[in-house]
């Protein structure tokens, strides 16, 4: 089952409502376990048609995550299309630089295009 929902908008309505703030320094994301910096709200992307979304994995396990261009992840393990919530797109764990606690996945697709799918009740923020 998969429900996608955009409740923070577009990509290019926060780009709008942050040059409105007048730009400034991005806020951040923080791992929740060990309080290493993992992404900057500007690299917040869509992807399948909005940011956030819903997801449930083969064993039942909800998930809520959100989308982003970079993160500090170190990838872990061999991209696999198996159960991939992203057709196109091959995922990897996206592990903390840090701590190493499972943050999301990476995903990677055709021609080099890649993005993260990071759990947001994994991550503190943004602040």
Not at 47 to 61: D, E, K, L, T
Request: charged share 25%; aromatic share 12%; net charge positive.
């Amino acid at each position: 089952m998969r429900h996608a929902f955009k409740p923070d908008g577009t990509e290019q309505e926060r780009a709008a409502k942050k040059k409105r703030a007048g730009g400034g320094s991005a806020r951040a994301y923080w791992c929740a376990a060990c309080t290493t910096r993992v992404a900057d709200e500007d690299a917040a992307i869509d992807a399948g048609g909005a940011h956030r979304h819903r997801f449930v994995n083969p064993a039942g396990i909800a998930f809520e995550v959100g989308c982003f261009r970079k993160a500090s992840c170190r990838a872990d393990g061999e991209p696999t299309p198996e159960h991939t919530w992203f057709p196109g797109f091959a995922w990897s764990y996206a592990l903390c630089a840090n701590c190493r606690a499972h943050l999301g996945w990476l995903y990677e697709g055709e021609g080099g295009a890649r993005f993260f799918g990071l759990i947001l009740t994994r991550l503190v923020g943004p602040i």
